[in-house]
């Protein structure tokens, strides 16, 4: 049985109305009824059955070859696809001349180039469907790779990923798509390469290269390596090795129980590892439901609540937040891509957001809902890269996606909330209208990651980054050029010395690590107080940093900043991207007015950007203290990643921070973060004293009250007392009263798991709490509270019932 009888007659030539697609598990038996009805054996066995199913995923069914994005789309694929065939030039060491073997990028380059060629010919609306000529040509392409390099024979060189992955990925899907068309033997060759480079050995233990997302690559090859060879063994094989991928882990690679993902042991990385683990288990979910190796480990129930749980709060208006993307933030446009899409937030948000309808099948009905109602919202929200007609996309994902777009479950909006990822050191604050992200780092967490060429200067970005984002303004602030060309030194959010690094200092993949314990916070789940111990990259300073998370602003305060670098440390408000174009090279806003304006005074009180936000500094900025530039930075995303291509492109940064001076003693700094504030709302806030009351800002304790929100918070560093709240070992304690009642939260973000007791300088007549770990000691004239917190810097709290 052909593809091309069998499968594209039903698949790709979609009617209008050929049935749509939804957030539910294909249905392999009707597609095989169709394909049957169209004069063409049905799938002779569960083999042939689990192979249509899997290029369904693949290639996708249901939707209008003759529409749009769909034609255009499809006729690229086959001017890709001529492009390739009219370059292909078999040597000895190479199928493209500009890809060589080695290194093995090269290889995957090769088969994924052969993947785009086999698209073309299976797809209707390629202009080469069925052309006999293109078959023949992917054939000499796939005998050459297989008789020169990716064979038994072969001992691996390089990047283990490129043997492992890449291209058996590509490898199987081509074998998948052409099947009857190569014939036995390439089959069986295809096969015993990849039995080769992913020996049963590798799934046997979970360990090394062989965890997390990356698990889940090498078992989707040898899943598909079982089908296709007829190897029940096989899918078995690789069926098994993704139950250690499911359950929560509290060291290294995988999913953690506050919603936390991280690879490569020291890494935050939701975005991209995440996103390939999501992709990958969806799409074998789909593959193996019903069949004679359907997933059935209850703990893939971990998986399926990942999505609203650790995904969906760094997704933000189809963007994934920069800061669990790990290294491929320097990624930009790729040397090797030849579809020139911009790797950036938002193209790691849409591959996530894709990601969720492939894993529906598995899903309970009211789960698909509210995925769907998530999804949808997403989709709509995204203004600055369309999902619908995303250029990353093939024709599958775009079919998925415009299913959900038009289903009839009402679009969710953005949530309101925060959440705090203590085991990625990551906090994610969301208001009406904005989020907030912070960056950390400590002994559990690297500061950054390089590796490949890749990231070399992202020194600071775990130095308490903050990123943030306006519900329609700002959402291409991170997008837009601005990892090649912001300077990296003057990252928002951060308190650096401004001693220069080297390239990948401190090391690659993740090695970088400070050594501190205290980064974390607590939430009620609404706001939040979070912390770092800062200690520099390559540097002596160290400080306190701490941001007090409340409704319309994020209170950041800063203490004990130190070093001994013989250069000056600065904490840096803000940097943004003010884009590239300028009326008359000139910056301006609305009216010709300078978009950006400070409070004049020897202690500015606040600053405002016009179409952004401001910021508030509470008493005044110490006088010569607060410094603002703008300026035209050029960059190229070969500068910060060597397999991007040399574009070199513009932009202008309108840049404020606080300058500590050369060889700080126990500096400090106190600011408002308050997105999308008017100049009138920053002036206001400044001018009313009584809204803020800094408790404390040293070394030792950092505490706030924000009266009007019944908001009182401290992070303890050291033992002590700030305002109405004492402890007696560090922690971090957030209490909020509304009226008659209050709750407070606290935890111990260092993990000594040393039982700690809270102080609460207030008059309460009952105190109520399901949590073991909280012990209450006293209530009356005073709360007093011992917390047994375990390790995981998690919040314990109660309730209370005020007199």
């Given at each position: 049985m052909s593809l091309l009888s069998a499968w594209s007659r039903r698949a790709f030539l979609a009617?209008?109305?050929?049935?749509?697609?939804?957030?539910?598990?294909?249905?392999?038996?009707g597609a095989a009824g169709a394909a049957s009805a169209d004069g063409a054996a049905a799938p002779a066995d569960e083999f042939d059955t689990l192979r249509l199913r899997?290029?369904?995923?693949?290639?996708?069914?249901?939707?209008d070859a003759t529409a749009e994005p769909y034609a255009s789309r499809l006729k690229a694929t086959g001017e890709l696809a001529a492009g390739f065939r009219q370059s292909m030039a078999p040597a000895a060491a190479s199928l493209w001349p500009e890809y060589p073997f080695d290194p093995p990028s090269g290889i995957t380059q090769s088969y994924t180039r052969l993947w785009t060629m086999t698209q073309a010919y299976v797809q209707h609306g390629t202009g080469v469907t069925g052309d006999t000529a293109l078959l023949a040509d992917i054939a000499r392409g796939l005998d050459h790779l297989a008789a020169t390099v990716y064979r038994p024979s072969t001992t691996p060189y390089g990047n283990w990923w490129e043997w492992q992955i890449g291209s058996p990925r590509m490898l199987m899907d081509i074998v998948a798509a052409l099947h009857d068309d190569l014939g036995d033997e390439r089959r069986a060759a295809a096969c015993a390469a990849v039995d080769h480079f992913i020996p049963d050995a590798l799934l046997a233990d979970y360990s090394g290269t062989s965890t997390g997302a990356n698990r889940v690559d090498l078992c989707r090859s040898v899943a598909l390596r079982g089908v296709l060879g007829r190897a029940p063994a096989k899918i078995a094989l690789a069926r098994d090795a993704l139950s250690p991928v499911f359950p929560y882990v509290t060291t290294g690679d995988g999913l953690y129980a506050d919603g936390s993902f991280v690879q490569h042991t020291w890494v935050a990385y939701s975005g991209t590892y995440g996103q390939v683990m999501l992709d990958g288990l969806g799409r074998l979910f789909t593959l193996l439901a019903g069949s004679t190796w359907e997933v059935t480990d209850p703990d893939r129930q971990v998986i399926l609540d990942s999505v609203e749980h650790a995904y969906a709060p760094l997704i933000f208006n189809g963007l994934m937040m920069d800061s669990v993307?790990?290294?491929?933030?320097?990624?930009?446009?790729?040397?090797?891509?030849?579809?020139?899409?911009?790797?950036?937030?938002?193209?790691?948000?849409?591959?996530l957001i894709a990601a969720v309808p492939l894993l529906a099948g598995g899903a309970s009905a009211a789960e698909r809902d509210r995925w769907t109602a998530r999804?949808?919202?997403?989709?709509?929200r995204d203004t600055v890269a369309p999902i619908l007609s995303a250029p990353q996309f093939e024709v599958a994902d775009l079919a998925r996606l415009a299913a959900v777009a038009g289903s009839p479950v009402a679009?969710?909006?953005?949530?309101v909330g925060h959440t705090l990822f203590a085991s990625m050191d990551r906090a994610v604050h969301r208001r009406p209208g904005w989020a907030a992200n912070i960056s950390m780092a400590s002994s559990r967490i690297a500061q950054y990651e390089c590796g490949n060429g890749e990231n070399p200067h992202g020194w600071h970005t775990g130095a308490g980054m903050l990123y943030w984002w306006g519900e329609k303004q700002g959402n291409d602030q991170y997008t837009d050029w601005f990892w090649p060309t912001v300077d990296p030194y003057r990252l928002p959010g951060t308190t650096v010395s401004t001693k220069r690094l080297a390239d990948n200092a401190g090391g690659e993949w993740g090695e970088p690590k400070p050594a501190v314990q205290w980064v974390g916070g607590v939430s009620d789940g609404e706001f939040a107080a979070?912390?770092?111990?800062?200690k520099g990259l390559g540097s002596t300073l160290e400080g306190r940093k701490s941001w007090f998370c409340a409704a319309d602003a994020v209170v950041c305060l800063g203490a004990g900043i130190t070093a001994t670098d013989g250069v000056p440390v600065e904490t840096i408000v803000d940097n943004r991207n003010l884009g590239g174009g300028f009326e008359g090279g000139e910056e301006s806003g609305r009216n010709g007015e300078d978009p950006f304006t400070v409070d004049h005074g020897k202690r500015p009180r606040w600053a405002h950007l016009e179409g952004h936000g401001g910021w508030v500094f509470p008493g005044g900025a110490p006088a010569g203290t607060l410094r603002t530039l703008a300026e035209d930075r050029t960059g190229a995303w070969n500068d910060i990643n060597t397999t991007s291509t040399t574009e070199r492109r513009t932009r202008r940064y309108r840049t404020l921070w606080l300058d500590h001076g050369t060889d700080p003693a126990d500096a400090s700094?106190?600011?408002?973060?308050?997105?999308g504030a008017?100049?009138?709302?920053?002036?206001?806030?400044a001018a009313d004293h009584r809204w803020l009351e800094v408790l404390s800002n040293t070394a030792a304790q950092q505490a706030v009250a924000i009266r009007s929100l019944g908001y009182t918070a401290a992070n303890f560093w050291q033992p002590g007392t700030a305002g109405p709240l004492t402890a007696t070992v560090p922690a971090s304690v957030l209490v909020t009263a509304h009226g008659r009642t209050a709750t407070v939260r606290v935890s111990e973000p260092a993990r000594t798991g040393e039982p700690l007791e809270i102080e609460w300088d207030r008059r309460v007549r009952r105190v109520t709490s399901a949590d073991p770990a909280v012990e209450v000691l006293a209530a009356g004239r005073t709360l007093r509270l011992r917390i047994t917190p375990g390790s995981t810097g998690a919040g314990h709290g109660c309730d209370v019932t005020l007199i």
């Open positions: 009617a209008t109305g050929a049935g749509a697609l939804s957030l539910t598990l294909p249905d392999t038996a899997w290029l369904d995923s693949r290639l996708g069914s249901g939707y993307n790990g290294r491929a933030v320097s990624r930009g446009y790729l040397k090797s891509d030849d579809l020139k899409v911009m790797r950036s937030d938002h193209f790691h948000g849409q591959g999804v949808k919202g997403w989709i709509e679009a969710a909006p953005e949530p979070v912390g770092q111990h800062l700094y106190a600011y408002l973060l308050m997105p008017t100049r009138r709302t920053l002036a206001a806030r």
